[in-house]
């Protein structure tokens, strides 16, 4: 199935005092790969400054902003039109989990991945938490450990917007039992990293018509390396495969590498900042039917 789906991301920001010289790199537009084909973007800010691009250390497109005019305030938009697939996941090579376990144990398998087998203060989780979460079953393949864990995180947190923010880590959120979709994501990247599963950190957008928790902003999940097969997305905060309602901006070892929005201002005072996501969905065969 190929679904069409406009997609807008818009911030508002405003500061104490004026900002006299700022550079700000937005990681917002969605990226094109073997399963999702951007038709159309358009770009909007409200300095009127002309905007230029580059690719982050992961190869993925920032919207860059730069002004030497003071502002107290700043709005930026984005808006995309994208066509996505539904991913399919076909076994390249079959392996027994002995010959999974020996991949993920070898020192040429650990150099080409180390970039998402490395935790970090989000995902590294305390010695006296580990016990306490899920562990492989004896012989049991690694997809099948990630569709366990998958649901293991869904089961164990409770999705909650008020108790988290951009810099709680896993073990403040194992505490809480409670966060939102990057809690979520960070506590799966930070088991499978454990037991030697390389993954990545997913950041995008959700259709906003099925009911998903994690919809209402800017979305993040997980792609894991599974051997046989490459990578795979696994979305617990609402315990699915990514599938034709996932549309990827980009991906990282964590939340860091994902921000949507980061940069440098010369400025004083507090600052404050809103954003939102619209994400409508068009089934391609939908669309025909009425063409016809």
């Known amino acids: 199935m190929t679904t069409q789906y406009q997609i807008e991301y818009h911030t508002h920001n405003k500061y104490e005092n004026p900002v006299t ?46 002004s030497t ?45 180390h970039l998402y087998l490395l935790n970090s203060h989000y995902t590294q989780i305390s010695e006296s938490y580990l016990g306490q979460l899920l562990q492989p079953k004896e012989n049991q393949p690694v997809l099948n450990y990630l569709v366990d864990l998958n649901e293991f995180i869904f089961n164990l947190l409770e999705f909650d917007t008020q108790h988290t923010n951009v810099h709680t880590t896993v073990n403040e959120v194992l505490g809480l039992g409670k966060g939102v979709c990057q809690d979520y994501t960070h506590l799966f990247l930070g088991i499978a990293r454990h037991h030697k599963i390389p993954c990545r950190y997913v950041s995008g957008y959700l259709n906003q018509g099925m009911g998903f928790s994690g919809a209402a902003v800017m979305h993040a999940w997980i792609e894991a390396f599974v051997p046989g097969y490459g990578w795979m997305g696994f979305d617990p905060t609402n315990n699915m495969f ?16 994902c921000s949507p929005i980061k940069g440098m ?23 025909a039917q009425q063409v016809l």
């Open 265 to 287: 201002l010369k400025t004083t005072g507090a600052n404050y900042t809103n954003y939102g996501v619209k994400v409508q969905a068009n089934h391609m065969q939908q669309l």
């Open 69 to 113: 005019v003071p502002f107290t305030e700043l709005e930026f938009s984005m808006k995309a039109t994208v066509e996505k697939t539904r991913p399919q996941h076909i076994m390249k090579v079959q392996l027994s989990v002995e010959e999974e376990r020996n991949l993920l144990n070898s020192s040429d398998f650990y150099i080409d991945h």
């Open 21 to 66: 010289e700022a550079l700000y790199y937005f990681l917002v537009t969605p990226c094109q790969n073997e399963t999702q084909k951007v038709q159309k973007t358009g770009f909007y800010n409200s300095l009127n400054t002309e905007l230029f691009n580059n690719r982050n250390v992961f190869g993925f497109e920032r919207t860059c902003l730069r």
């Open 242 to 257: 990514e599938d034709e309602n996932y549309i990827k901006a980009a991906h990282g070892s964590d939340y860091s590498d």
